[in-house]
């Protein structure tokens, strides 16, 4: 096989902030744009960015990949939305053959390059491992994911709850709306909600 690794890809460390943000799905037309499958609903971190980090896929995901190894940088010469992902050209590769090869790849990129947000507004990435307590200082859970739901997105909480004087984990889920969220507060890694354990 081919690979393309010679002239798009150069050898890299990977930045101690890196996130991994989506995948290469596939390989995208004839001219060695791939599909992108991103882990979350908001990209603008991927559209910005003019380079991605590029891992090879886990080991059981590898079995015959071999267009690079260990950590690679690439230059992203154009995103764009397609679907219920994004596809992108990335420098170096031009044709269809190229692109499958990178099937399964993982994208990273540093947090600290991702774009400024909104004041009241937030990456998914910095809100999973936050603590939430309710109002009256209840401990709630730990933010485990974000699920989308349309126009907005759910909090998704892992917690231990004693049943029959049994501990086990369970699961909690907030709307992540100003309705029942009040504050996100990233430094102290706590989220206050309008929320009660029995809802």
């Known amino acids: 096989m081919s690979s393309p690794a010679s002239g798009a890809f150069t050898a890299s460390p990977l930045p101690d902030d890196a996130v991994e943000l989506g995948r290469i799905q596939d390989a995208w037309g004839i001219k060695g744009w791939v599909r992108i499958l991103p882990h979350s609903a908001d990209t603008s971190a991927l559209v910005a960015s003019s380079s991605w980090f590029l891992q090879p896929p886990e080991a059981r995901f590898a079995r015959g990949f071999s267009a690079f190894s260990g950590v690679v940088r690439v230059t992203v010469l154009e995103v764009k939305a ?4 994004l596809v992108a050209q990335l420098q170096g590769l031009d044709d269809r053959n190229a692109a499958e090869a990178l099937k399964g790849v993982r994208i990273l ?6 774009p400024a947000t909104p ?3 937030f990456y998914w990435i910095d809100l999973i491992g936050l603590s939430v307590v309710n109002r009256e200082g209840i401990d709630l859970g730990v933010v485990r994911d974000l699920m989308p739901t349309g126009p907005t997105s759910v909090l998704v909480l892992e917690y231990t709850e004693t049943v029959e004087g049994v501990e086990q984990t369970a699961e909690r889920m907030i709307p992540f709306v100003a309705a029942y969220i009040d504050d996100v507060d990233k430094a102290r890694r706590i989220i206050t909600a309008d929320w009660q354990p029995d809802y």
């Open 109 to 114: 990129l540093p947090r600290s390059a991702f």
């Open 82 to 85: 397609h679907a219920d992902g």
């Open 119 to 121: 004041e009241g507004e």
